[in-house]
T-cell receptor, first 111, second 115 residues
Framework: RKEVEQDPGPFNVPEGATVAFNCTYS??????FFWYRQDCRKEPKLLMS???SGNEDGRFTAQLNRASQYISLLIRDSKLSDSATYLC????????????FGRGTSLIVHP | DTEVTQTPKHLVMGMTNKKSLKCEQH?????MYWYKQKAKKPPELMFV???????INESVPSRFSPECPNSSLLNLHLHALQPEDSALYLC??????????????FGSGTQLSVL
C-alpha cells in the first residue's frame, strides 16, 4: 500500500460547483499535512496547511481526520482558474521528515 | 512569485554532454532539495542537503551529481544522461530538515530533454 494515496481523477465539474478531494495516508506517525496546487508544466505551490481543527481560506476548506487517516480539500464556487492538479503532502516524524507526495488529483472546471 | 530561482528554464542535451542545473534561494533556508517529475506523476525526491551537507540520496544514479557550494546555492551536475532522464527538475527549500511543519518552496523548474 502506498504511503499517501489520492484519486487521480480527473474531476470534471461546472463553474460554481462544490468539489471535494480526499487523501489517505498509511503512517500513523504522520504529523503535518499540506495541499499543494500544480498547474501544467509549472512548479507545485503551497495552497494551504491542514490543521487538526480544520482551516478555511476563502473558498477552500481543509480538514484532517486522524482516526480514519485522511485529509480533505473542499473547493466551493469553483472557478475556471481552479483547474489544476492538487497534491497532498504528508510529513511523518518517525522517519527522516521528508515530505511525501501523493500522486495528485486532477481538477477540470468547465464553463 | 517564487523566491527560489532555477536556471535554465529549459535545457536540451545530448547523451555525451555535461551540463549543470542551478538553484538559488535567499530566504535563509538551511534545507534544499532536488526533485525529478515526469508528466502526470508526483515529484520524486532525489537529494536533500541540510546545512550544506548531503543528508539524503535516494539511490540516484551517479550520472547525477549534486553540489551545495553555500547555504544559498544548490547545483545538479549532469553527465552521460539517458533519454529516460528527460523530466522536469525541481529545486525546493525549507527552513530546516527535521521539523514536522516544514513547508517546501519550489523553484519554477528546469524542463530537461535528453536526445
Amino acid at each position: 500500500r502506498k504511503e499517501v494515496e489520492q484519486d487521480p481523477g480527473p474531476f470534471n465539474v461546472p463553474e460554481g460547483a462544490t468539489v471535494a478531494f480526499n487523501c489517505t495516508y498509511s503512517n500513523s506517525a504522520s504529523q503535518s499535512f499540506f495541499w499543494y496546487r500544480q498547474d501544467c508544466r509549472k512548479e507545485p505551490k503551497l495552497l494551504m496547511s491542514v490543521y487538526s481543527s480544520g482551516n478555511e481560506d476563502g473558498r477552500f476548506t481543509a480538514q484532517l481526520n486522524r482516526a480514519s487517516q485522511y485529509i480533505s480539500l473542499l473547493i466551493r464556487d469553483s472557478k475556471l482558474s481552479d483547474s489544476a492538479t492538487y497534491l497532498c503532502v504528508v510529513i511523518s516524524s518517525g522517519g527522516s521528515y521528508i515530505p511525501t507526495f501523493g500522486r495528485g488529483t486532477s481538477l477540470i472546471v468547465h464553463p | 512569485d517564487t523566491e527560489v530561482t532555477q536556471t535554465p528554464k529549459h535545457l536540451v542535451m545530448g547523451m555525451t554532454n555535461k551540463k549543470s542545473l542551478k538553484c538559488e534561494q535567499h530566504m535563509g533556508h538551511r534545507a534544499m532539495y532536488w526533485y525529478k517529475q515526469k508528466a502526470k506523476k508526483p515529484p520524486e525526491l532525489m537529494f536533500v542537503y541540510s546545512y550544506e551537507k548531503l543528508s539524503i540520496n535516494e539511490s540516484v544514479p551517479s550520472r547525477f551529481s549534486p553540489e551545495c557550494p553555500n547555504s544559498s546555492l544548490l547545483n545538479l551536475h549532469l553527465h552521460a544522461l539517458q533519454p529516460e532522464d528527460s523530466a522536469l527538475y525541481l529545486c525546493a527549500s525549507s527552513q530546516v530538515l527535521g521539523s514536522t511543519n516544514e513547508k517546501l518552496f519550489f523553484g519554477s523548474g528546469t524542463q530537461l530533454s535528453v536526445l
